[in-house]
């Protein structure tokens, strides 16, 4: 059974627990432009293997590598998952689960630029 020390010093731990929050007196909750830039990406390929299909996995392997990323990008053979992420015609390119492109293949600026508005990164200047 505890004392009234012991209990004294659990309450005044959980004052101070409840005061500085969830994430303590000198954490925030706005991400360091550094740690936002390497922040991870899902890459990934719907291909089954014809020639469109080849092309679109050099083309973002090329985009990654110009822009030196080092990630892994899957490739998916289940037709009826693709069919759920609502692909139609292949190939076709997720970044972060969201169908960027279906159908065609980008050159490698066009996955450049995918990858960068994923990152959250400004690719066109001219809007400033």
């Known amino acids: 059974m505890l004392d009234d020390a012991d209990m004294q010093e659990r309450d005044g731990s959980k004052r101070q627990r409840d005061r500085t929050g969830l994430f303590g007196a000198n954490q925030s909750f706005i991400i360091p432009r550094r740690q ?12 089954l293997g ?4 080849r092309l679109i996995e050099s083309a973002t392997h090329a985009a990654l590598e110009e822009m030196g990323l080092n990630i892994d990008v899957d490739k998916l053979q289940d ?11 292949q190939p076709a390119l997720f970044i972060n689960g969201k169908l960027m492109v279906q159908g065609r293949v980008p050159s490698i600026d066009e996955i450049k630029d995918m990858i960068n508005r994923s990152r959250g990164l400004v690719t066109d200047y001219r809007v400033f």
């Open 36 to 47: 936002f830039l390497r922040m991870s990406l899902k890459i990934e390929l719907f291909a």
């Open 79 to 89: 037709t009826e998952e693709a069919k759920r992420r609502g692909v139609t015609t």
């Open 50 to 53: 014809c020639a469109k299909c």
